[in-house]
Each structure stands twice: as structure tokens, then as C-alpha cells.
């Protein structure tokens, strides 16, 4: 199984083992008995830095079946929660995890919360944060927000000190089309819970949006998303696509062009907007190499022609290190509004039609 804490389903890094299964043999009383990958890493990830994951749910146990989904199709659909593993053994592991870790010398920024499902399924969340807030690291968790309607998810995630929502379209029947959520779900009510979430969280409020081709990356549901996002008011919106092989074969992710058009719209109404398409293994410092730099900064953020002309200057370099890197395929130039910009060349020219 893949998982990576770059988001739901978009599998980046490598787990070893498998987690506790779904079958009997794990069950203990009705609890199943904590397995040694139910905490794994740490990985490298580009918003968290450095984390450990937590992996509190049964293998692709999710309230939404996304198109994009990177782990599969959901084997088991629900909203109920349950109570799956006993919270002071997810507790214990990470106690043993943290010290092996930290033997090796290695750091860790964060303890996340990045299952193989929907992490607010599980009815323990909040226990759970609260016994690992005693490690003194901070806890994220990133959620497909489905659940947070209910007002004891809300208090659950509250606990946290770094949280993403899913919100990947605003229209009923694209988020159908896209998130393919259980049946009994209703985005009014998620809206409003998101809603009042960010009324009362005092931690770091992120969301992630997913563009996939030809569902939901035309300019009406972009403003409408982005109208939606203003309102809930994030410190930070995550432009993101599909980087590794999506539940549905034929998923394609959205074009460099569109990716910039939505960063456009975004950026109108937010203040605070990145790309996030799967290059978090680069270093974003300033390296003094003029080439690495524009592509480290252009796969977050597109660069207009003349922020790049400044940088060039800058960097004592001509337009030809632009040029070469087209031609390199690395960079493309795309246009808004009669502007140029500059952004980095999507891994696989930005499409993952697989066989
Ligand atoms: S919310 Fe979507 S992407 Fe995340 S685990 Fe569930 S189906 Fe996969």
C-alpha cells in the first residue's frame, strides 16, 4: 500500500507493511489490535516537513470513493464512525516510533494523521490527538471534511494544530462526479460544518483542492470553489493533481494552462494560494544555482514574465537559461489575461491515462 502525507489518496511514499486487516484475526473483543504499520515514516512532505503518519483506519475504509483516489476504490463506504483500534496502543507505537527515530538521530515535525481512509471515521480521533499532544510534537490531520457536520468530528479536529480539507468542487453534482461520496451525505451540511470550523479552530487551517480534467477544472466551478473558499477563509489553498495512478483508469489530470487559470482565480480571492503537484522532494531555499531555483519556485507558484526577468537580473542570467529549460521540457509558458507566466513542466507533461 502506498500513502504519502501530501493528501488523501495521492500516494507519494513507500510504507513497509501492511496495517492491521479488516478480517477477524485482528479483533480483539470488536477492537482490532494495533500492528506496527499503523504508524509509519517519517516522510518527506512539503507541507508538513518532516512526519510521522498515523494511519487510525482500516485498510480503504473512506466515506468518498474519489476518481483520483491513489489507494483504490473504497472497499468499505460508511459515515458511522467506530471505535477501530484502542487509542493508548496507537499511542504506545508512536511512543516506540518517536524514540527509534529520534535514536537515529533523525527529526520529526509533525505527527499526521493520513490513513488509508477518511481519518475522522475513527470515533477514537480525538482521544487519540489528545494522548499524543503529550510527545510535544505537533498533530495534523488531513480529512476529506465529509464528517465535519457532526459537531464532535469539529471537536475532535479542534484538537489538532494543523488541519486540511478536501474541497475539490462546490456544485452537487461535480463533487458527485469527483468525490463520489456515500449516499447519505450532503454537501450543504459539510459546507456549514466547514463553516463552523473555521469559526472556532485557533491552529493552522489549510484546504486542498484536486483539478482533474473535463470535471471540475472549467472557470465557473474554479470561481465558485474559490468564492466558497473566501468565505471559509484558510491561512492556505493547495492547488493539487493526481501525480500517481488514480482509482479510475481514465482520471486525467488537469493541463499546466488550467492549473494556472485556477491559481488565477484562486489568487483574486485568496491570499494565500500553492501549487501542490508532487515535487516535494526539492528544496525551496535560494541555491545560487539559477536553474534549480526558477524550477523550485515555479512548482508552487507560477512566475510572471517580469518576475522572471527580475530574477534573471538578479542571477546575472539571460533569457537563454528560460529557453533552454523549454526546451528541456522542465518549463512552459502559459497566458492569463494577455500575461505571460511561467510554471514548471507537470511530472508525465501532467497526465496519468494509465493502461
Ligand atoms: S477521501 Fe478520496 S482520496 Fe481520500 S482516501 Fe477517501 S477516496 Fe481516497
Known amino acids: 500500500m502506498l500513502l504519502?502525507?501530501?493528501?488523501?489518496?495521492?500516494a507519494s511514499v513507500s510504507r513497509d507493511g501492511g496495517v492491521a486487516s479488516d478480517g477477524d484475526k485482528n479483533r480483539v473483543h470488536g477492537?482490532?489490535?494495533?500492528?506496527?504499520?499503523?504508524?509509519?515514516?517519517?516522510?518527506?512532505?512539503r507541507r508538513l516537513g518532516r512526519s510521522l503518519g498515523i494511519n487510525n483506519?482500516?485498510?480503504?475504509?473512506c466515506s468518498y470513493s474519489c476518481v483520483y483516489c491513489q489507494l483504490g476504490k473504497t472497499i468499505n463506504m460508511r459515515v458511522e464512525r467506530e471505535h477501530f483500534y484502542e487509542p493508548e496502543e496507537i499511542a504506545s507505537s508512536v511512543k516506540d516510533k518517536i524514540r527509534q527515530v529520534r535514536e537515529k538521530g533523525e527529526?520529526?515535525?509533525?505527527l499526521a494523521f493520513v490513513p488509508d481512509g477518511e481519518p475522522a471515521l475513527?470515533?477514537?480521533l480525538g482521544k487519540e490527538i489528545e494522548l499524543l499532544k503529550s510527545f510535544g510534537i505537533k498533530i495534523a490531520v488531513i480529512t476529506n471534511a465529509s464528517?465535519?457536520?457532526?459537531?464532535?468530528?469539529?471537536?475532535d479536529l479542534q484538537k489538532a494544530d494543523w488541519v486540511s480539507l478536501?474541497?475539490?468542487?462546490v456544485s452537487r453534482e461535480i463533487w458527485h462526479q469527483i468525490d463520489r461520496p456515500q449516499k447519505l451525505l450532503s454537501l450543504d451540511k459539510i459546507h456549514n460544518g466547514m463553516l463552523k470550523f473555521s469559526d472556532i479552530f485557533k491552529g493552522e487551517l489549510v484546504t486542498e483542492s484536486m483539478l482533474i480534467q473535463n470535471i471540475n477544472d472549467n472557470r465557473q466551478e474554479l470561481e465558485r470553489t474559490a468564492d466558497f473558499l473566501a468565505e471559509l477563509n484558510p491561512d492556505k489553498s493547495y492547488l493539487a493533481i493526481p501525480t500517481r495512478p488514480p482509482a479510475v483508469k481514465t482520471v486525467t489530470a488537469a493541463s499546466e494552462k488550467t492549473i494556472n487559470l485556477a491559481y488565477q482565480i484562486f489568487t483574486e480571492r485568496l491570499s494565500n494560494v500553492e501549487y501542490l503537484i508532487g515535487y516535494e522532494g526539492n528544496s525551496f531555499a535560494f541555491t545560487g544555482n539559477?536553474?534549480?531555483?526558477?524550477?523550485?519556485?515555479?512548482?508552487?507558484?507560477?512566475m510572471r514574465e517580469e518576475g522572471v526577468t527580475e530574477f534573471l537580473e538578479k542571477a546575472n542570467a539571460g533569457w537563454d537559461t528560460i529557453k533552454d529549460l523549454i526546451k528541456d521540457d522542465k518549463l512552459i509558458e502559459t497566458e492569463y489575461e494577455e500575461k505571460k507566466f511561467y510554471m514548471r513542466k507537470l511530472p508525465q507533461s501532467g497526465r496519468i491515462l494509465l493502461s
Not at 477492537?31 to 512532505?45: A, E, I, K, L
Not at 539559477?290 to 507560477?302: G, K
Open 4 to 10: 504519502t502525507t501530501e493528501g488523501h489518496g495521492a
Open 31 to 45: 477492537v482490532r489490535m494495533v500492528t506496527n504499520s499503523v504508524v509509519y515514516g517519517p516522510v518527506p512532505s
Open 57 to 61: 483506519i482500516p485498510p480503504k475504509t
Open 107 to 110: 527529526p520529526i515535525d509533525y
Open 122 to 124: 475513527d470515533a477514537n
Open 147 to 155: 464528517l465535519i457536520w457532526r459537531e464532535d468530528v469539529r471537536q
Open 166 to 169: 478536501k474541497v475539490d468542487a
Open 290 to 302: 539559477v536553474e534549480d531555483d526558477l524550477l523550485s519556485i515555479t512548482s508552487v507558484h507560477p
